[in-house]
């Protein structure tokens, strides 16, 4: 499984921003997003089952950001709104489980979130 992770980039404080996750074809797994703060640890953000039907959030984006996915197209999104500094971090898309205790065996290469005050 080859995950691809994409769309980070400088945001201003209060703004959006939407990740994408292109695995590779026929992958079927329930899919998660990780970020990575300078100096910390990697923290689960959100994930998703393969079938859609169940999201998890950390507490910090509920409210803010929504995992979703498109099975179709072999893409998973994280819609990142009312982003905050506290958000910057290298983002990483994860395929194995949509639960933050769960196994993740296949990981993409991140792509990094700044969000400026």
């Known amino acids: 499984v080859q995950l691809q992770a994409s769309g980070g980039g400088l945001v201003e404080a209060g703004g959006s921003l939407r990740l994408s996750c292109a695995a590779s074809?026929?992958?079927?797994?329930?899919m998660g997003w990780f970020r990575q703060a300078a100096g910390k640890e990697r923290e689960f953000v959100a994930g998703?089952?393969?079938?859609?039907?169940?999201?998890n959030y950390a507490d910090s984006v509920k409210g803010r950001f929504t995992i979703s996915r498109d099975n179709a197209k072999n893409t998973v999104y994280l819609q990142m709104n009312s982003l905050n500094p506290e958000d910057t971090a290298v983002y990483y898309c994860?395929?194995?489980?949509?639960?933050?205790?769960?196994?993740?065996?296949?990981w993409g290469q991140g792509t990094l979130v700044t969000v400026s005050s």
């Open positions: 074809a026929g992958t079927r797994y329930n």
């Open positions: 998703i089952t393969w079938s859609a039907g169940t999201t």
């Open positions: 994860a395929a194995g489980s949509a639960r933050p205790d769960g196994r993740f065996g296949y």
